[in-house]
């Protein structure tokens, strides 16, 4: 398919593209403040990496935090607030983990419809200490409360179980697991954004506790506190303002399952039949990645680095597969052969990953994005992927919600 055409869009080409002018982020940790504050740091330093003045800024979106109280559950007008109030429209998004890249086509679809020229796109959290659950209260018609009442199906849960099926499947093994943990560490030494910057090794990973088998509490990402923002321009904005050559969207996929779901996803207890209806070419993940690879126009052999949700370190092996980087069954592979390391053929995670970073949910789809920025600039000091031209990234979150964002110089 063409570059710029959309799917589901019939024939008719169109341009996606809109420029990434500037990227910031709040360091990620244990701060015991509150999320505002992370995202307005975040904002600032975005804001002053694109040189543009708040007051320039047509529209803000903000990635909500699921909480009590209404400041999370209108982030967009709290930032807008503790910026200054300036008349700019708000918006404000969930997806659950891929709240940032749906955040983030929000402000580019405004962008692209003409209706702005700048947006700013900022999603921060503060987190609970320990595994994230629901808010209190009996629900018994959400799925994601029914796992913790009737199972006590935690998160670390289903990661185990993803992992369980990767062994089943491909033969992969608690040292391959651990693997990805190692090199998600080496990379995230020379982030200054990381919380965890501490290189580990394959039996610190094996001897900590094991949380859910095979999975060991080193496997895991953590919760945190943390910030990113993006400040998105048209790219005519962009050209009369000094950005040349500037970063581009050129995809964000937002795409649902296709029924029959044949793979489990949390919180869900079951999956679809497909008795009827047969199995689907590709599971959910695949086809996110694919909506974004046809929108964009590319291919996975075009890509330089990939920024995948690793909740666990399993599930990195599964994004790789799911993101056509390797065929089914071959992660492994490529992870023993070394190319998903800096000086690979692929990495995966440069900036650490949620390895370094843990879960500060509205956030991380859009760190992702500065990530991949820093990296097509040649900005990414110490962890710099050599001639990157081509980003993806990639997000889950409950309830059918997925995302991809392809970004290329």
Not at 242 to 263: E, I, Q, W, Y
Not at 351 to 356: F, H, I, R, V
Not at 384 to 395: M, S
Request: hydrophobic residues 40%; aromatic residues 8%; contains cysteine.
């Amino acid at each position: 398919m063409e570059a710029g055409r959309r799917a589901g869009r019939g024939d008719r080409p169109v341009s996606n593209d809109v420029a990434v002018a500037g990227v910031g982020m709040h360091p990620w940790g244990k701060w015991g403040r509150s999320f505002v504050e992370y995202g307005v740091h975040a904002a600032r330093a975005a804001l002053a990496d694109a040189g543009v003045d708040w007051r320039d800024v047509g529209l803000i979106v903000g990635g909500e935090t699921v909480r009590n109280g209404y400041g999370g559950y209108v982030a967009g007008a709290t930032f807008a607030q503790a910026l200054g109030w300036q008349g700019a429209s708000v918006a404000t998004s969930y997806a659950a983990c891929a709240t940032g890249a749906q955040a983030l086509d929000t402000a580019r679809a405004r962008i692209l419809a003409g209706m702005c020229d700048v947006a700013l796109v900022v999603g921060a959290d503060t987190t609970p200490k320990g595994f994230l659950a629901p808010n209190a209260g009996e629900r018994w018609n959400d799925p994601d409360w029914l796992r913790f009442r009737l199972l006590g199906m935690t998160n670390p849960a289903y990661f185990a179980l993803y992992a369980r099926r990767r062994m089943d499947l491909y033969g992969a093994t608690p040292e391959d697991f651990a693997a990805v943990k190692v090199k998600n560490s080496r990379h995230g030494l020379a982030n200054p954004n990381a919380r965890y910057r501490k290189a580990v090794s394959a039996d610190d990973v094996l001897g900590s506790a094991v949380v859910c088998d095979p999975l060991h509490l080193l496997d895991i990402c953590a919760t945190s506190d943390g910030a990113a923002a993006v400040v998105l321009t048209s790219l005519d904005y962009a050209r009369t303002h000094g950005l040349a050559d500037p970063v581009r969207v050129r995809a964000v996929s937002t795409v649902t399952p296709t029924f029959p779901n044949t793979v489990l996803d949390m919180p869900l207890l079951s999956t679809d039949s497909s008795a009827v209806a047969g199995v689907n070419d590709h599971t959910f993940k695949e086809s996110i990645a694919r909506a974004a690879y046809e929108e964009a126009g590319i291919g996975p052999e075009d890509v330089s680095l990939a920024e995948v949700y690793d909740l666990s370190t399993a599930l990195e092996l599964d994004w790789m597969e799911d993101l056509g980087l390797c065929k089914p069954g071959e992660a492994e592979v490529l992870l023993r052969s070394g190319e998903t390391t800096l000086g690979g053929r692929i990495p995966v995670n440069p900036s650490g990953g949620l390895a370094c970073f843990g879960e500060a949910v509205p956030a991380q789809a859009l760190a992702q994005v500065c990530e991949v920025t820093w990296q097509l600039r040649g900005q990414a000091t110490g962890r710099q992927v050599e001639g990157a031209r081509v980003g993806i990234t990639a997000n889950q979150g409950l309830f059918g919600h997925g995302s991809s964002v392809i970004l290329s110089r």
